[in-house]
Structures are given as structure tokens and as C-alpha cells.
């Protein structure tokens, strides 16, 4: 199986530290999606980015921002000035095989005061 | 508001009970699936559906089952056979050309329990 791996099970940071989450994906296929969901207390799943294959730009939206290469099949996820609101699990995912998305075993983020 | 509705929020089931979990969804969206979390493991598809009156196995199918009556409404059913039920369960839609291009849409969950 064409796995998504976060090795970092659980992070905890202070509050106002930058931290980065790993994500290592395997894949054969030419064309694929990566995504990034946060899960908050709550359980609801809620979706940070997509970011296509052919395009190896980092991008950055307000405190957050993605490294994607794929010479190293990485799509690391990097929370600038932590907040306690940003504790959460965050899920890596890549598309494959279909209509179907294979998630990481997702990194716990503990930020705190 | 659009959105997807889970219900219950929790749920208990006794030995050799079938329980179904309701999903529905607003955001008039063809795809819907249904993936298992469990500690440690992230989530497992169980099932999806792409279109109204058909859906397919996902990889941890054994045990479970669905229909989809309804474009809206995508149930799923954990059956007397599913020995390990205990886990949360998640359901998202995604509109017609699913996950590929499209991001994922969740509900908030069930966390169901085994008495």
C-alpha cells in the first residue's frame, strides 16, 4: 500500500513558538493531490490545502505556510507564532487509487501558555 | 448554513446488536463516504458513494454496510459481524469529481461504544 506517514505522533510547543509538522507520502502515480486537514476538539474534520503535483510552490496563508518537494515526496506543514486555538490533530492525505484519500495516522499539537 | 449532519453523537452498542449511523448532507454534493478513526491509525475509508443507488468497499469494508436511497442520505450500518466497532466515525461528501480535485467536507462525528 502507497502509505502517508507522520512520524511525530505529538507535539507540544509554548505558545508564539514556530513549529512544523512532517509529512512523507509514498506514491507511483504521475498526477495526485495532497491535502492537509486540522481536527479540532470537536471531531469535524476542517480542510487547510490542496496542492497539486505539478506544482511545487510553497504557499502561505496568514501563519501557516507548506513546503512541498517532491524529490523527497514532503509536504511538511509549518504554524508560524503558535496559538492555543491551533491545538488540534492534523491529518496529511494524498489521493490515490481513485476517488479515495489515504490519510497519515495524523500528529497531535499541543500549544500552551 | 450547508453542511453534514451526524447522528448521534454517541452511540452504544450491546453484543450482537446491528446499529446504524445517519449522515446527511445540504450541500447537494453526488460523493459521500464513510471513514473509521481510530487512535493511532487515522482514518479508514469504509465505504463511498458517487452516485445515488450505488457505492463501493472501501479498504475495511468487513462488517459494515450502506445504501444511498437518497442523494442527501448515506447511512451506514455496523453489523453483529464488525467484532471491533469501537471507534469514531466520520462521514464527508465531496461534490462529483470527489477527492481528486475536490477537498473532503466532514461531519462532527459519532464515537460509538460497544456495552
Known amino acids: 500500500a502507497q502509505k502517508v506517514t507522520q512520524a511525530q505522533t505529538e507535539i507540544s510547543v509554548v505558545e508564539k513558538e514556530d513549529v512544523t509538522l512532517d509529512c512523507v507520502y509514498e506514491?507511483?502515480?504521475?498526477?495526485?493531490?495532497l491535502f492537509w486537514y486540522k481536527q479540532p476538539p470537536s471531531g469535524e474534520l476542517v480542510f487547510l490545502i490542496r496542492?497539486?503535483?505539478?506544482?511545487?510552490q510553497n504557499e502561505i496563508s496568514g501563519r501557516y505556510s507548506w513546503n512541498f518537494q517532491k524529490s523527497t515526496s514532503s509536504f511538511n506543514f509549518t504554524i508560524t507564532a503558535s496559538q492555543v486555538v491551533d491545538s488540534a490533530v492534523y491529518f496529511c492525505?494524498?489521493?490515490?487509487?481513485?476517488?479515495?484519500?489515504?490519510f497519515g495516522t495524523g500528529t497531535q499539537l499541543k500549544v500552551e501558555l | 448554513d450547508g453542511g453534514i449532519t451526524q447522528s448521534p453523537k454517541y452511540l452504544f452498542r450491546k453484543e450482537g446488536q446491528n446499529v446504524t449511523l445517519s449522515c446527511e448532507q445540504n450541500?447537494?454534493?453526488?460523493?459521500m463516504y464513510w471513514y473509521r478513526q481510530d487512535p493511532g491509525q487515522g482514518l479508514r475509508l469504509i465505504y463511498y458513494?458517487?452516485?445515488?443507488?450505488?457505492?463501493q468497499k472501501g479498504d475495511i469494508a468487513e462488517g459494515y454496510s450502506v445504501s444511498r436511497e437518497k442523494k442527501e442520505s448515506f447511512p451506514l450500518t455496523v453489523t453483529s459481524a464488525q467484532k471491533n466497532p469501537t471507534a469514531f466515525y466520520l462521514c464527508?461528501?465531496?461534490?462529483?469529481?470527489?477527492?481528486?480535485?475536490?477537498?473532503?467536507?466532514f461531519g462532527s462525528g459519532t464515537q460509538l461504544s460497544v456495552l
Open positions: 464527508a461528501s465531496s461534490p462529483p469529481q470527489g477527492p481528486t480535485n475536490e477537498k473532503l467536507f
Open positions: 506514491t507511483r502515480d504521475t498526477t495526485y493531490y
Open positions: 496542492r497539486n503535483s505539478f506544482d511545487e
Open positions: 492525505a494524498r489521493t490515490g487509487g481513485g476517488n479515495k484519500l489515504t
Open positions: 450541500l447537494n454534493h453526488d460523493a
Open positions: 458513494s458517487q452516485i445515488v443507488n450505488d457505492f
